[in-house]
């Protein structure tokens, strides 16, 4: 790995040009510091450094699907292409709709929820039933500026019901369009191209239909294009079917590797747009288990981090982590001492990656021993051998709370038992005082019949 996109420790702020840094690592710089001082461990690599194998399984490919086979079945392709166990697409396209889909690969599945909800690009070709008589030059120019107004009438919170042939309930719904641009219109043939910027889960066709209502003519959709998605668009590396079975082919038979690396991106160009929390090299691995995002492990965090914002938590490698929830924002991480920063979302880094800095007190390693020469379980639990000087000196709270929760148990069912037992007595009762009354009543008629 070059030197150049690693962050060594330091007393003082470094002075870096990151400008020109790749992925997470751009603007590094211009981070606030927490501490620069860590101890760097010789594990893991830069996400354009990686190995083949560990590039494919932690990548995504920008794919210009082709119109007529289905999204599902684009992805079951790359699959079978590639050999590998998972992937996954942000995001469904109409089987008629072409245009850029990210199909992610292995464990970059894991970040498929994320880019499924990020905002949506698309550019329409659209055709209106009722022709423009535009014998005159002022009347098309009136209907274009009246076609002007409907795109941006068409603009915000919108109630959309899906088509008929959908692949989703058909159930009202609002939606955000956030910019329709007009690009042409042909008077002749009556169609237009506009490109819409829209929220995700937005039917373009269904917009059309309502701009054929605005106008008073009618109107369909003709043919669609997604150009961008999330911050992925089709500018950004866009490769063809053609290219990934290129690229494979070459690989399996010349051992040339270029043409993958060039086709597939790493997982960390889908998060360059969110706010970054750097971490030292000890904490990595402890996060991947499931560790709660504390201060006293963070380096270098973004401004602007409000509460619950969505984050990224990556390593002085550049590599992404995991996907938090913040539950401070910038100013407070700057005035703290402790506390948890962020809560995980999604961890995305596999586990064991970077080496364990956990259990490594004396307690523990005794521990450990204890394990191997067999005074303990292997799950660190007292059995038959365990020396009794060791329940004095250790003592498992997990024990302790388990104790409390049975005693409190068996508590609540002394009580349910003494409420069983008033519920059993009181008809018992019952029957007691109805046998005592009806044989009062018994000895009254006789003492009367006896006076008759």
């Not at 992925?23 to 996400?47: M, Q, W």
Request: with cysteine; charged share 30%; hydrophobic share 35%.
């Amino acid at each position: 790995m070059s030197e150049e996109n690693w962050i060594k420790p330091s007393e003082k702020p470094p002075k870096l040009k990151t400008s020109e840094w790749p992925l997470l690592l751009k603007d590094y710089e211009r981070l606030n510091s927490r501490s620069n001082h860590f101890t760097p461990i010789v594990a893991g690599s830069s996400p354009l450094n990686r190995n083949i194998k560990d590039y494919i399984s932690a990548g995504f490919i920008n794919l210009d699907k082709p119109a007529n086979p289905s999204s599902h079945e684009v992805v079951s392709w790359i699959k079978r292409i590639l050999r590998v166990p998972k992937t996954g697409h942000s995001g469904t396209l109409d089987p008629k709709v072409s245009g850029c889909l990210i199909v992610c690969i292995d464990r970059a599945t894991r970040l498929v929820k994320s880019q499924q909800s990020a905002g949506k690009e698309y550019v329409c070709v659209f055709k209106l039933h009722g022709s423009v008589e535009s014998k005159r030059k002022v009347y098309f120019m009136l209907f274009c500026f009246c076609l002007l107004l409907a795109l941006e009438r068409l603009t915000g919170a919108l109630f959309q019901r899906p088509p008929l042939i959908s692949a989703v309930k058909r159930q009202l719904r609002i939606r955000t369009v956030y910019e329709n641009k007009l690009l042409e219109y042909d008077e002749e043939r009556n169609m237009g191209v506009f490109i819409v910027k829209c929220e995700a889960g937005t039917y373009v066709r269904t917009l059309c239909v309502h701009l054929g209502y605005i106008l008073g003519v009618g109107g369909v959709m003709q043919e669609l294009r997604r150009i961008r998605s999330g911050h992925t668009s089709e500018k950004d590396n866009m490769v063809t079917m053609h290219d990934v079975m290129d690229a494979q082919w070459l690989y399996d038979n010349c051992q040339d590797e270029s043409y993958l690396r060039y086709v597939i991106s790493p997982l960390e160009k889908l998060l360059v747009g969110m706010k970054r929390i750097v971490v030292k090299d000890s904490a990595v691995n402890a996060i991947c288990y499931g560790a709660k995002i504390l201060l006293p492990g963070i380096l270098k965090y973004e401004s602007g981090i409000e509460l619950n914002d969505d984050v990224v938590v990556m390593s002085t490698k550049g590599e992404a982590v995991c996907l938090g929830i913040a539950l401070m924002t910038s100013s407070t991480i700057a005035g703290c001492d402790h506390g948890v920063v962020a809560k995980i979302k999604r961890v995305i880094m596999e586990r064991d990656v970077y080496p364990r800095r956990w259990c490594l007190g004396p307690v523990a390693m005794k521990k450990k021993q204890m394990i191997k020469a067999g005074l303990l379980d292997e799950f660190g639990k007292p059995n038959e051998r365990t020396p009794s000087d060791w329940h004095k000196i250790y003592i498992n709270p997990n024990v302790k709370e388990t104790s409390e929760l049975e005693n409190a148990e068996n508590e609540k069912d002394k009580r349910n038992d003494d409420e069983e037992e008033d519920d059993g007595n009181q008809p018992a009762k019952k029957m007691k005082i109805e046998t005592l009354q009806t044989v009062q009543n018994d000895s009254d008629d006789e003492a009367q019949l006896v006076k008759l």
